[in-house]
Every structure is written in structure tokens, then in C-alpha cells.
Nanobody
């Protein structure tokens, strides 16, 4: 069993930055890829970023590429999402999730069904 707890969300002005954290319980955290998703009001949940189990590979949605950075610290069982140059359209509830397959190709790790454990989400609101 894995539990994921996100933190770090909040209200920020456009152009500002936030860093989200996702801390996991359980010994399997460090052996699986992790992802961040987001869901804006009235919209489907969408992929944001993913990172391999080692942290050596990352993948981003085009909408956040160059602005967001995903990273992980396996010693702390934590994955991060550094969000810079935030835009009002980044407003959403952000979720972290654990991938089912340790050896998943990140380029195809964008579907929600590929992830088996999810956090409760943290709200990010970007004002214009």
C-alpha cells in the first residue's frame, strides 16, 4: 500500500513560482516512476510531468515545458514539481501519482490508467 500526500499549493500572481511536494509512504516509492497531473474546473484531468524511478529521465506536457521541473529525492520518498512563470491557465488541482510499471517509457506514461496510487490533490490558483 502506498499513500501519497501533496503539499505546497496556494495562491500566486501570474509570473510567480510555487514548488509542490508529494511525500509517499511505503518502501516501493523509489522503484517506480512518478507523475504529476492536474484538473481545472470543468475540465478533464491532464498529464503534466513524469520522472523515472532513478530521476534520470523526465517528460513534460508541451503546455508546461520550459516552465515546470519535476524532480525526486528517493531518500526522502518525495517528488517535487517546481513551477515557474505561472499563468492563470495553470490554475488547477494538482495530483501526484505512482506509475504501475517500473520500466515504463515516460513518453507514453501520460495516461491516468497507468498510475495506480494517487494523492488527494493540492489547489494551485494563479491570479492575473
Amino acid at each position: 500500500q502506498v499513500q501519497l500526500i501533496e503539499s505546497g499549493g496556494g495562491l500566486v500572481q501570474a509570473g510567480g513560482s510555487l514548488r509542490l511536494s508529494c511525500t509517499a509512504s511505503g518502501r516501493t516509492f523509489s522503484t517506480y516512476p512518478m507523475g504529476w497531473f492536474r484538473q481545472a474546473p470543468g475540465k478533464e484531468r491532464e498529464f503534466v510531468a513524469a520522472i523515472s524511478w532513478s530521476g534520470g529521465n523526465t517528460w513534460y506536457a508541451d503546455s508546461v515545458k520550459g516552465r515546470f521541473t519535476i524532480s525526486r529525492d528517493n531518500a526522502k520518498n518525495t517528488v517535487y514539481l517546481q513551477m515557474n512563470s505561472l499563468k492563470p491557465e495553470d490554475t488547477a488541482v494538482y495530483y501526484c501519482a505512482k506509475h504501475r510499471d517500473r520500466w515504463a517509457s515516460l513518453a507514453t506514461a501520460t495516461g491516468q490508467r497507468q498510475y495506480d496510487y494517487w494523492g488527494q490533490g493540492t489547489q494551485v490558483t494563479v491570479s492575473s
